[in-house]
């Protein structure tokens, strides 16, 4: 596709089940970054990936959150045993960091997740 | 380390009047910086960026921004508001030495428009 994609748009789980966000970065982006939007927090940083390992992952709040990018393409944000502290929208951006580029990052439109 | 303070998070103009949107930043390295716009229920939309080429720098919808180091300030204004600029605006930095790394934003700021 032209943009970055994310799915599901919407969660919506109970305290203490495993959930799983996806992410399509746009074709060719060699880095993707994952951060969260939350009413109380702001936007913040989680984790990002240079092709599929991860320089920095300092923003990941607890040992329940991961994130796995295979084939320098898609990643899965996984947070187990999810607590309501863990509602937010989760973004997710890619770019190209080049020469020039200027660490411009392209956003997709956000998993809306709700822990009941 | 490097931050991003906006001033107010919430401000209101009349249509047709100027939008000043207040960030100052702080970096221990030449910054990069950026002002996004998040429509409701959108993504984030780069509005403007700032990578020390010019330090007045033109954006989309008639957005600016000027880079003032003495201040440590990137304010985003624009001439005369729509009611389509109602948004949240966030500023952002990243240093400028490194090619890939996360982005620190500000807390932002919920423009409305008044008719």
């Known amino acids: 596709g032209a943009g970055v994609s994310q799915s599901p748009s919407n969660k919506v789980t109970e305290k203490g089940k495993d959930v799983e966000l996806r992410c399509d970065p746009i074709s060719g982006h060699t880095a993707l970054y994952w951060y969260r939007q939350s009413l109380g927090q702001g936007l913040e940083f989680l984790i990002y990936f240079q092709g599929n390992s991860a320089p920095d992952k300092s923003g990941l709040p607890s040992d329940r959150f991961s994130a796995e990018r295979t084939g320098g393409s898609v990643s899965t944000l996984t947070i187990q045993r999810t607590q309501q502290e863990d509602s937010a929208v989760y973004l997710c951006a890619s770019n190209t960091p080049a020469g020039g580029s200027y660490n411009e990052q392209f956003f997709g439109p956000g998993t809306r997740l709700t822990v009941l | 380390a490097q931050s991003v303070t906006q001033l107010g998070s919430h401000v209101s103009v009349s249509e047709g009047a100027l939008v000043l949107l207040r960030c100052n930043y702080s970096?221990?390295?030449?910054?990069?910086l950026f002002w996004y716009v998040q429509y409701p229920n959108q993504g984030l939309q780069l509005l403007l960026k700032?990578?020390?080429?010019?330090?007045l720098v033109k954006g989309i919808n008639g957005f600016e921004a000027e880079f003032k180091k003495s201040e440590t300030s990137f304010h985003l204004t624009k001439p005369s508001a729509h009611m389509s600029d109602a948004a949240e605006y966030f500023c952002?930095?990243?240093?400028?030495?490194?090619?890939?790394?996360?982005?620190?934003f500000g807390s932002g700021t919920r423009l409305s428009i008044r008719p």
């Open positions: 952002a930095v990243t240093p400028g030495y490194s090619s890939a790394s996360k982005i620190i």
């Open positions: 970096s221990s390295v030449p910054p990069y």
């Open positions: 700032y990578t020390s080429a010019a330090t």
